[in-house]
């Protein structure tokens, strides 16, 4: 009952988060993380494919903005207008293109078949919605990615680092955990992606990714 209480509690939290207390988020985020936030969330700029990539829930801007950086032409959706200022002023401040929209992920403005990778980090439980996967399909082109940090687990043995380790693990404990990563690789599969999730090392940490792809399809074959 109290670990239920806990995390309605932290959802709550988390949503205001990502509204009402945006203006916070980079600072919560960095205590709660003991200052890895920013570091895991721009780790999956290494597992990013192709130019065109789209950032599902950009939040605050920085993985969009690293993105842009490295000449990749990268497209952000979020839903919080607050998140959207964030993202906006960040790119204004960088000199970066300004290509960011407000939409949800269950009916996303662009074209079928458009991107080579779709990665989101950190996703509420929207990413799991069929029709964000739907969505998410659609818009990857035959052979396209589908990239998702999920969770983080900080190791370590400073008393911030095993402060937020104990955090985690109140949350959820190693068992849940990994049936959690079962769960989340069985309902992207159920989604019509190849692909498995897996704990990725960022010493001293690990994270839960799953990396998968929407299948190329095959060519009808030849009447004779």
Do not use: C
């Not at 988020?25 to 936030?37: C, E």
């Not at 043995?157 to 404990?173: D, I, M, N, T, Y």
């Amino acid at each position: 009952m109290h670990t239920q209480f806990l995390v309605r509690t932290l959802l709550w939290f988390f949503e205001r988060l990502y509204t009402q207390l945006a203006w916070a988020y980079d600072m919560v985020a960095w205590l709660a993380s003991a200052g890895r936030w920013n570091r895991w969330v721009l780790s999956v700029s290494s597992f990013v494919e192709g130019s065109r990539v789209l950032e599902l829930g950009h939040g605050p801007g920085r993985l969009l903005a690293a993105l842009a950086h490295d000449h990749h032409s990268a497209f952000g959706v979020d839903l919080s207008p607050q998140m959207t200022r964030l993202t906006r002023r960040r790119l204004l401040q960088a000199r970066l293109p300004l290509r960011h929209a407000r939409a949800q992920a269950q009916s996303l403005p662009f074209p079928s078949a458009h991107f080579d990778t779709v990665v989101s980090t950190f996703p509420a439980p929207y990413i799991t919605d069929p029709a964000t996967l739907q969505e998410i399909y659609r818009v990857l082109r035959p052979g396209g990615k589908l990239l998702i940090l999920h969770s983080a687990v900080p190791l370590g043995r400073r008393p911030s680092e095993r402060l937020a380790r104990f955090a985690v693990s109140f949350a959820r404990s190693e068992e849940q955990l990994e049936h959690l990563r079962g769960r989340l690789q069985a309902e992207f599969q159920q989604a019509g992606f190849a692909g498995s999730a897996r704990w990725a090392p960022v010493p001293p940490d690990k994270l839960l990714i799953f990396e998968g792809r929407r299948p190329v399809e095959k060519p009808a074959p030849a009447l004779l």
